[in-house]
């Protein structure tokens, strides 16, 4: 990021913290805020050092941020293509001392920016916007319709995506609706295997209302459905496994 002032917008924006205060992000005040789905999909990126990760549709940064913060050695860029959220995720890099291992790329992953080289990553990372095109009003927000709604790229194109930027036997990992699962497994089939689908629980009894996914580019094999995490106690505070992964920066293995 050049060494120029943030704008008004950023500059008064509110800083939130993630992982007990290791990843400070300033996020917009009034519009879309990320909130722990990022931080559990860093988690399931089993990224090692020297990989490069992509995290697609990177938003203010916040999954990118949390996975270099867990992995010291790890390279990370995040593809965002709306110039505002671009411009909060770079002021966040800046924020956390991290310009030397995280780049954001302004563009669309429907016409790739040149930097963004077929084959190039170790690890492709996504928070997909949840909700159908042909399926949802988009809120009158433009920030919160991009990040909930799909607009011309749909969930396949996604997948294909992180496909093309992967190297061979490269890993995808993704959160999502868990009622969205049928759709997942469509557009990973043929190009993904070892697939292991990692349900949320809010509190134990509960539907999964997430889910995160994570397959392997170009592999064979049959999928797993884990135990899963579950988020909430009783009494709504963090479980100790949820505790672990969102406050102590922990990895969620596969």
């Excluded at 030397?100 to 790739?112: H, I, K, Q, S």
């Excluded at 106690?233 to 969620?252: F, P, Q, W």
Aim: proline share 8%.
């Amino acid at each position: 990021m050049s060494g120029a002032s943030p704008g008004p917008e950023l500059a008064a924006a509110p800083c939130d913290f993630l992982l007990n205060g290791r990843v400070r992000l300033v996020q917009p005040d009034g519009g879309y805020r990320a909130a722990i789905d990022p931080v559990f999909l860093a988690a399931i990126t089993d990224a090692r050092d020297g990989d490069r990760v992509l995290d697609v549709g990177t938003g203010t940064g916040a999954a990118a941020l949390c996975l270099a913060a867990r992995v010291a050695g790890a390279s990370v860029v995040g593809l965002e293509q709306r110039a505002d959220a671009a411009a909060f995720a770079r002021r966040n890099v800046v924020l956390n001392d991290l310009v030397e291992r995280v780049r954001v790329v302004e563009g669309d992953l429907l016409a790739p920016p040149p930097e963004l080289r077929p084959g190039s990553f170790d690890r492709v990372m996504m928070n997909p916007p949840y909700l159908r095109a042909d399926g949802a009003s988009p809120p009158p927000d433009p920030w919160k319709a991009a990040a909930n709604v799909e607009g011309a790229a749909r969930l396949p194109d996604w997948l294909r995506f992180a496909e093309a930027m992967l190297k061979p036997r490269g890993m995808v990992t993704l959160v999502h609706r868990a009622d969205r699962i049928d759709d997942i497994l469509d557009a990973l089939r043929g190009r993904f295997g070892g697939l292991v689908l990692v349900p949320l629980w809010p509190k134990a009894g509960q539907e999964a209302k997430r889910v995160l996914v994570a397959a392997r580019k170009g592999a064979r094999g049959p999928a797993r459905l884990t135990a899963g995490v579950t988020v909430h106690g009783a009494d709504g505070a963090y479980t100790v496994e949820a505790e672990r992964i969102l406050r102590g920066a922990g990895a969620l293995a596969l």
